[in-house]
């Protein structure tokens, strides 16, 4: 996934979207088997809100008639994860490029289109404030969640 090609379509970007969305639920697996009961909790629910979301999307897109990218059997991760901190910097991780993928779709995106994608990226950022905090990561929040750093 690229970040640096900005959808210019409605569809392109959910459609982008929705790889993201593919993507981190792929990744909570690894995630989640590093982590202690509260967090393990706290993963599943993060991947279930992303099974919902990619559902969602794949039910939209294919009703529009439009592009359904497929899910890959498997994404590489960008680090070992190897304990509790690494999963937890994962976990943040996620969120925040999940984030940024919706973040990219706000511009060309209107209506309920354009309140699905910010909903999506408020619940990515609160998800990476939680991550950092459980954590102990500072800050917990970053000013523009979403934003290319």
Do not use: K
Request: positive net charge.
């Amino acid at each position: 996934m690229n970040r640096r090609t900005a959808p210019s379509a409605p569809g392109d970007a959910l459609a982008t979207a929705l790889a993201a969305e593919y993507a981190a639920i792929y990744a909570y697996g690894p995630i989640g088997v590093r982590l202690n009961d509260a967090d393990r909790r706290a993963a599943r629910a993060a991947e279930a809100a992303h099974r919902s979301r990619r559902d969602a999307l794949v039910l939209q897109l294919s009703a529009a008639g439009g592009t359904v990218p497929g899910d890959q059997a498997g994404y590489a991760l960008p680090f070992p994860i190897t304990d509790r901190a690494s999963a937890l910097r994962l976990a943040v991780q996620v969120e925040e490029r999940t984030g940024a993928f919706w973040r990219a779709a706000l511009p060309v995106t209107t209506g309920a289109d354009r309140t699905r994608a910010l909903n999506a990226l408020t619940d990515c950022a609160v998800r990476a404030t939680r991550w950092r905090r459980s954590a102990g990561a500072t800050p917990l929040t970053v000013p523009f969640p979403g934003r290319p750093t």
